[in-house]
């Protein structure tokens, strides 16, 4: 396995990682609660965008 290829999936584990968060974060009632899931909504889109980037990065790479 090479490094890119670690990336792209430490990437995805964050992906979910911050998902499971976020919906953890979501179930809790009161506005601390829904504030941390916007929070982690924000950060799963961000690293969303990222896996993204890396699997591109990944493709154009292995030609």
């Given amino acids: 396995?090479?490094?890119?290829?670690?990336l792209v999936v430490v990437a995805a584990v964050a992906v979910i990682v911050?998902?499971?968060s976020g919906i953890s974060a979501m179930a809790h009632n009161g506005e601390v609660g829904h504030r941390t899931s916007a929070e982690w909504m924000t950060?799963?889109?961000?690293?969303?965008?990222?896996?993204?980037?890396?699997?591109?990065?990944?493709?154009?790479?292995?030609?």
């Avoid at 396995?1 to 670690?6: D, K, R």
Wanted: net charge positive; aromatic share 6%; hydrophobic share 75%.
């Fill in 1 to 6: 396995m090479n490094m890119l290829t670690l």
């Fill in 43 to 63: 950060w799963r889109v961000v690293l969303q965008a990222a896996a993204f980037a890396l699997i591109l990065l990944a493709l154009l790479s292995s030609r």
């Fill in 18 to 20: 911050s998902l499971a």
